[in-house]
Each structure stands twice: as C-alpha cells, then as structure tokens.
C-alpha cells in the first residue's frame, strides 16, 4: 500500500478545520493530525474522525519548539486560523513544505505574495483562497474572464443568511470590516458604501451590494492585470442591508471599533431567528457599466461548504502533483471552475449559469 502523506490542520477541531480533515481521512490517503491550542480538544476532534488521526496541541499565537517539530513531522500543512503575522508561513516555506491558508483575512492573503521569491527558491508550495469567498468566487470570476473577455470589470456579490450558524470568528471578522475602510486599485473604499446591483438566483433575484473588503478583488488583479475587480456584501434580509449602509454612510458603523458595542453586535448576528440559514454567491463581467452575463450559485450551512471547497482543492492539487511547483499562488493560478465543479455541483440548492 502507497505511503500515506502526512498532514496537519491547525485549527483542526473548528467548525471547517474538522468536517474538511473528515472528508480527507475518508479518502484513506492521508495521515492527519488536529491541532489547536487545547490538546484535549484536538483528541477529542481527532477520536471523531476516526481513520487513526490524531490529537496535538499547537499554539500559532506562541507556536514552542515542540511545535515546531510538529511541523516538521508532515509533509503537508493547512492552516485554518487567521494568524498575527506571516512568520509561521515564513518557517513552512523555509522547511520546504507544502502550505494550504483557509483565511478570507486580505491584508494576510496580499501579504504573503512578498514570499513568492522564497517559496521558489525553496520549492515550497503556499495556496490560498480555499473557501467560498475567496475561493470558489475567485473560480466563477475566472470562469467569466474565459466567457466574456471583452469585459472592463467584474463583480463579485456575497450574500449571507442570518440564520446561518456562523462561527465567532467569522462573525468578528465581518464586523470588524464593517468598521473599517480599506483600499483597492489605489484607491479608498469606504466599507458598505459603494453600491452596485448583483444578480443572485431565482430566489433572490437582482439585489444590492455594498462594497466589503474580501480578498478576492485585490488578488485577482495580479493574476489578470488588465481588468478591474470589485466584491460586495449584501444580506438575505433587504431591510438590514439598506440600515447598515446608512449606517455606514453616517459613520454609525465606525462605532464597532469599541468592546462594548462590537461584543453587543457578535450576539445580535449569532442569533439564528433573525434570517434564513442560506448563502449566495454571483459573480458578473460587466463593460461601461453594463452587465454582459453572470452566474450564481445559492446553498446552506457555509461552514460545511467551505470545508468541502478546501478539501477538494487540497485534494486536487496533491493528486494532481501541482504542489511540487515551487511559489506562492492564489487559487485561480492553478485551479479552474471545471475543476472542482463535478464534486461540487450537488451540494449547491440553486445555480444559474454555471458549467
């Protein structure tokens, strides 16, 4: 029987960490170990899955020589926590490993292009956007770039259900880009202002987007140089969507920089009676303001297409030997819609206009 590859999932036992090392011990090809910060967690996690994985701790915050000789235990590596800086990347990349990043956190994502010169020269492999924004939009927006290339720009819109179980972090990331503004094409973007209208499925139809910091549009350049990017954010309930953006245009939004207001704000998003536990994503090539074509795609529990989405890329590239490349890339540099798109399809509860 083939050797099985060795890989660690840091943030192991969080909601996508978990349900993707399931998917991957299934496929019997891999040798997986969780980790976090509580060991009795990452057991506990490690027991559930099943297929002799197994439990460690690991502390990105304050990663420990043992730590590290963790790291250099695996061949592969995924990691499925934001983190405070790119110096564990730096250590992965030094020890020539191949490096899988879930996080949707840009700053971090542009960041580690700077490493690409090191990963070559070390012939470690560093792939991120692996979820569904950024990820699968990037591969729909990809996908638009190949159908209509005559296109000057192209958007993408998110559209998120309250009734979604969303994970702590997820909810503290949404509000903290709610609070601040950031910069795109050189230019600064007032965070839930800028508005443009996004096709979404039938359900949903044409809906409003408000400009929101999510990676994808400052990676996509890099890859396509010729065209300009935008992605906005929207919710399934129109009335919250039309508040926050006045909000955002008095200023009211810059309020959840303080403790008390953004802790008052976590516990009202994580309320599951406030909208539907549902998700959309479009994406659209558009020329002198007008729509050339679109598609879009509508489904539930996030979290759990999230960690199908990383599985099957991380999936992909092993199999497929692209990981031996030395570099640091995006997921739109090696992968296309059509690649994960025949595994993907059934867990979507509505399409429009794709493959």
Not at 162 to 178: S, V
Request: proline letters at 3%; glycine letters at 8%; charged letters at 15%.
């Amino acid at each position: 029987m083939q050797n099985k590859v060795s890989l660690l999932i840091i943030g192991g036992y969080g909601q996508v960490g978990l349900q993707m090392a399931q998917l991957l011990a299934e496929t019997q090809q891999y040798a997986i170990t969780l980790a976090g910060r509580s060991e009795t967690k990452a057991r506990q996690a490690a027991q559930k899955t099943g297929y002799q994985t197994l439990g460690a701790s690991f502390d990105l915050y304050q990663p420990t020589v043992e730590h590290y000789k963790l790291v250099n235990a695996h061949d592969v590596i995924v990691v499925c926590l934001d983190q405070p800086n790119d110096q564990f990347v730096r250590y992965c990349i030094a020890q020539s490993k191949v490096y899988f990043d879930i996080t949707a956190q840009s700053s971090f994502i542009t960041a580690l292009q700077s490493l690409n010169t090191a990963a070559q020269q070390n012939n470690a492999f560093v792939l991120t956007s692996l979820g569904l924004c950024p990820g699968l939009s990037n591969l729909m927006t990809k996908e638009m770039i190949r159908r209509h290339p005559e296109a000057d720009h192209f958007h993408t819109g998110i559209l998120l259900g309250l009734g979604e179980q969303h994970g702590k972090a997820a909810i503290e990331w949404t509000l903290d880009n709610l609070a601040n503004d950031f910069y795109s094409n050189g230019k600064r973007i007032k965070a839930y202002q800028g508005k443009t209208p996004a096709p979404f499925t039938a359900a949903f139809g044409l809906r409003n987007t408000y400009r929101f910091n999510f990676s994808d549009q400052h990676t996509l350049p890099m890859t396509y140089p010729g065209h300009t990017f935008s992605t906005g954010l929207t919710f399934d309930r129109s009335w919250l969507s039309a508040l926050l953006h006045i909000a955002a245009r008095l200023g009211i939004t810059k309020l959840l920089k303080y403790a008390r207001v953004r802790q008052a704000a976590i516990k009202a998003f994580a309320h599951p009676l406030m909208g539907k536990e549902v998700f959309g994503l479009s994406a659209q090539a558009m020329q002198d303001g007008k729509m050339l074509g679109y598609m879009a795609v509508e489904g539930s529990r996030e979290a759990e297409i999230t960690a199908r989405l990383a599985y099957i890329s991380v999936h992909k590239i092993m199999q497929s030997g692209l990981h031996r490349q030395g570099g640091v890339f995006d997921i739109q540099s090696v992968l296309s819609l059509q690649d994960i798109w025949t595994d993907m399809k059934q867990h979507f509860t509505e399409t429009a206009h794709l493959p």
